[in-house]
């Protein structure tokens, strides 16, 4: 089954929204299999936002990662990695639709409450950076006959 990685970031944890965040993402049918409140570590951070290093922002973007505790999350699903995106919304919350996480709680680019994985590609590999194979749990769910 395909796994997406997703993070509430500082600004998330700090507005409550831990919550919220997961209610939506449960909701919907989605499996958590992997979880855990963090400090990024500023290495973690370059790395796992390497691809925007030439970026202007990159420097505020890893500062801002690294300012307080993250949620870390691995979810499971049909699809996961493109419906999370949707329910995340775009980048810039001034862009993103009401309904979706960034347009209901954002209002700036530097301060979009979540991240999420946008390839398969880029799902393993943050996976891979965030847990280690033994803090993934593997079962099975009640409800997933109901969903699938
Ligand atoms: P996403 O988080 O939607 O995958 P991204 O990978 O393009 O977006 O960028 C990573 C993060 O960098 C993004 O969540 C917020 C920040 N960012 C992106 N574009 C920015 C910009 N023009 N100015 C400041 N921060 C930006
Ligand atoms: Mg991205």
Redesign the pocket.
Known sequence: MEKTFLMV?PDGVQRNLIGDIVNRFEKKGFKLVGAKLMNIPTELAENH?G??KE???FG??VD?ITSGPVFAMVWEGENVITTA?DM?G???PKEAASGTVRGDYGMT??K?I???S?SSESAEREIGLFFSENELVSYSKQDSSWIY
């Open positions: 970031k936002y691809e925007h970026r202007p922002f505020e973007l801002f995106r995340m775009k980048t810039n680019v530097g979009n979540i991240h999420g946008d």
